[in-house]
């Protein structure tokens, strides 16, 4: 199987809602952005699939040697590609030069899995925020600069939308991240509702609870408006794929606050029909 193949399965394989957004770009960029994405799922299943700390540690470890030994010397695709061991970046590091992706993006993309294995709680927002801006904000700057940008307050709508999509998911997943022992909700805010951490941990369901969830996901509606209120009008059009996933995870959002968030036992999610359709209709009509 050649890089090409194998980013694009991973990437299709994943189920991810950013594949909807991929279908509408020209090759080239299609391409960049496929092999990207698996880059970040490749580094996001360390955390997620490897049971054992210690050697999830050694995953991590050796993604950080690899991104480094591929990027250093040489500064031309050629070398770049030749001198990778993984498919995956054997197909990323051709765009590289092409897109501006550089290796302290991919090193901050492994520092976001790395406090997966370090954390499992966030004492406050500022905390949860740089996370977020490691595995999600970093990921949006990369996209933005694949997408087609020519201002530079298009990264700051990159960054702020990428922020708006993790919080998303983390809503979603609450139940499946208590089944992990894990928390993403800030420690400041479940003390403010009132809602104890064994509380989530064993997915009890309470007024307190609904409350909390509500807070976040305001926080996250508001973090949509910020990040589209940034995007530089010069730029809409090119980054059409970033308003397709702002589309999708704000109508996923919409669904989680509708269902009074029954996110404990259940993972709300959008049919993949859907999915296409608010893409299709940001790239044909340019509304979310």
């Known amino acids: 199987m050649n890089p090409e193949t194998y980013v694009q399965e991973k990437a299709a394989a994943s189920g991810s809602s950013f594949y909807y957004a991929f279908l509408f770009l020209p090759p080239p960029q299609r391409a960049a952005i496929t092999a990207f994405y698996a880059f970040c799922r490749e580094v996001d299943d360390v955390v997620d699939e490897v049971s054992e700390a210690s050697v999830a540690q050694a995953k991590l470890a050796w993604w950080r040697t690899e ?3 591929a990027f250093s010397q040489t500064q031309s695709t050629e070398g770049l590609a030749a001198k990778a061991s993984h498919p995956v970046l054997k197909a990323l590091l051709p765009h590289a030069a092409t897109y501006g992706i550089e290796a302290h993006h991919l090193q901050s993309i492994i520092d976001g899995c790395q406090m997966d294995l370090d954390q499992t709680r966030y004492l406050d927002y500022a ?5 977020c801006h490691l595995v999600a904000g970093v990921v949006g700057e ?7 940008q020519t201002q530079t307050q298009t990264t ?12 998303t998911n983390i809503l979603r997943d609450v139940g499946e991240d208590a089944m992990r ?5 800030p420690i400041e805010d479940l003390q403010r509702f009132d809602v104890k951490a064994h509380e989530i941990l064993q997915r009890l369901d309470s007024p307190r609870f609904q409350a909390l969830m509500a807070f976040e996901a305001e926080r996250a509606q508001k973090l949509y408006d910020d990040a589209l209120a940034l995007l ?7 980054q059409k794929p ?8 704000r ?18 999610a959008l049919t993949p029909l859907r999915k296409f359709w608010l893409a299709w209709k940001v790239q044909a009509l340019g509304r979310l």
């Open 67 to 69: 991104v480094a030994r």
């Open 181 to 185: 022992g894990r928390i993403y909700l």
């Open 156 to 167: 700051a709508y990159a960054h702020q939308l990428g922020q708006a999509l993790q919080l």
């Open 142 to 148: 990369v996209a933005a600069r694949i997408f087609g």
């Open 251 to 268: 109508n996923l959002l919409n669904e989680i606050q509708d269902s009074q968030f029954q996110v404990l036992h259940q993972r709300i």
């Open 242 to 249: 970033g308003l397709m996933m702002a589309s999708i995870y």
């Open 127 to 131: 905390g949860l925020s740089r996370y």
């Open 232 to 238: 530089p009008t010069a730029d809409r059009r090119a």
